[in-house]
C-alpha cells in the first residue's frame, strides 16, 4: 500500500492554495495568478477530476471539476485577449481602436474572474473543503484503481477516434470541431503530467514507420514529455513513448492551426464591431492584416484534416497510445 504521502490531487491543490494565499494580498489578484501561471495548477486538477469522474461515481469529482473548469476558462480568456493586444501592437496595420477593443476585452475578463474569486472565496482557502472531501475517497493506488482510470482512458480515445470517423475526416468548422478535438487531444497529454508518475512511457521493441514525421527537435525536448517518476508501490499505466510522442507533435501542429484561426476570428470581430462593413470585409481585411490568405479559414480546416486523419487514420498513434 502507497504511502498517504502520495496524492496526485492534494500536489497540485498545494501548489494553487499557495497561489491563491499569495493572490489574497494582491490589489489584482487575477492578474496577479495569471502572470503566476495559476492556470498550470487548475489544468492539472481539472484533468484529474475529469479523469476521476469518468472513472469513479463519486460527486466531488464533477461538482469539482466544474468549478475547477469555470475558473481557468476565465484565465484562459484573459490570456487571448492579452496575448493578442501584445502581438498585435507591433503590426502597424492595427488601429489604436482595435487595440483598445483587446485592452477593454481583457481588462472585462479580469474583472470577471476577480468577481469569481471573491464571489466563490476561492481566495478564503476554498481548497480546504476540497482537500478534506477528498479524504473521504479512500485509494489505494493498486491494480483495480489503475484499470478504472485505464477504462475511461480507452473510452476517451474511442470517442474522439469516433468523432473523427463520422466526419470522415473532412472538418468544417474551427470551434466545434478541430479547436474541440485538439481539447480532447491535449486532455490525454495533461493526464499524464497530472497524474505524478501513475503514467509511465515504455518504448516499443518495435521502430515505428512515422518515427521522423513526428520526432522532432521540439517534441523530444519538450518538458511536458518528461514525465513524473513511478511512485513506490503503486501500479502504473503504460503509454507507449513513439505514439505519445506522435501525440504531442500532433497537439503542437493542431496548436498553431489553432492560433492563426483564433487571430483572425479574434481581429476580424473586432474590425466589425469598430468599423461599417461587412463580416466577410471584416474577415478579409483582418486576414490581410495578419499576412493571411483570404482564404485562411478555409486553408485551416483542409490542414487540420489532412494531418489528422494522417496521424489518426494512417498511423493510428492513439490505437497504440496506451499498453494494454
Known amino acids: 500500500m502507497v504511502g498517504k504521502e502520495f496524492n496526485p490531487f492534494l500536489f497540485y491543490s498545494k501548489q494553487l492554495q499557495t497561489l491563491l494565499t499569495e493572490a489574497s494580498k494582491q490589489k489584482n489578484p487575477a492578474l496577479w495568478l ?56 507591433t503590426n502597424k496595420k492595427v ?133 513524473p517518476s513511478k511512485p513506490e508501490n503503486t501500479a502504473i499505466i503504460e503509454f507507449d513513448t513513439n505514439s505519445f510522442f506522435a501525440l504531442s507533435w500532433l497537439i503542437k501542429e493542431l496548436g498553431k492551426l489553432k492560433d492563426d484561426g483564433l487571430k483572425t476570428e479574434k481581429l476580424s470581430h473586432a474590425i466589425f464591431i469598430l468599423e461599417d462593413i461587412t463580416e466577410l470585409q471584416a474577415k478579409e481585411k483582418a486576414s490581410v492584416i495578419l499576412g493571411f490568405k483570404k482564404t485562411v479559414e478555409a486553408d485551416i480546416l483542409k490542414q487540420a484534416s489532412e494531418i489528422l486523419k494522417v496521424a489518426l487514420s494512417k498511423d493510428k498513434i492513439l490505437d497504440t497510445l496506451v499498453i494494454s
Open 34 to 89: 495569471y502572470a503566476n501561471d495559476a492556470r498550470t495548477p487548475l489544468f492539472m486538477l481539472e484533468g484529474l477530476t475529469r479523469l476521476h469522474k469518468k472513472a469513479f461515481d463519486e460527486k466531488i469529482f464533477d461538482k469539482w471539476n466544474k468549478r475547477f473548469k469555470k475558473l481557468e476558462d476565465l484565465f484562459g480568456e484573459i490570456d487571448q485577449y492579452l496575448v493578442l493586444e501584445t502581438e498585435l501592437k
Open 95 to 227: 488601429t489604436t481602436e482595435v487595440l483598445k477593443y483587446f485592452n477593454v476585452n481583457a481588462n472585462n475578463f479580469i474583472n470577471k474572474c476577480n468577481q469569481r474569486l471573491s464571489e466563490k472565496e476561492w481566495l478564503n482557502k476554498k481548497l480546504i473543503s476540497f482537500d478534506e472531501k477528498l479524504g473521504e475517497f479512500n485509494v489505494d493506488y493498486n491494480k483495480e484503481y489503475i484499470e478504472e482510470l485505464t477504462f475511461s482512458l480507452i473510452d476517451e480515445i474511442d470517442a474522439i477516434l469516433s468523432f473523427c470517423v463520422e466526419c470522415d475526416y473532412q472538418f468544417t468548422k474551427l470551434e466545434e470541431q478541430v479547436h474541440e478535438l485538439r481539447r480532447k487531444l491535449r486532455w490525454l497529454s495533461i493526464y499524464a503530467q497530472a497524474l505524478q508518475g501513475l503514467i509511465q512511457l515504455k518504448k516499443s521493441t518495435k521502430k515505428s514507420k512515422y518515427h521522423l514525421n513526428y520526432f522532432t527537435k521540439d517534441v523530444l525536448n519538450s518538458p511536458y514529455n518528461k514525465l
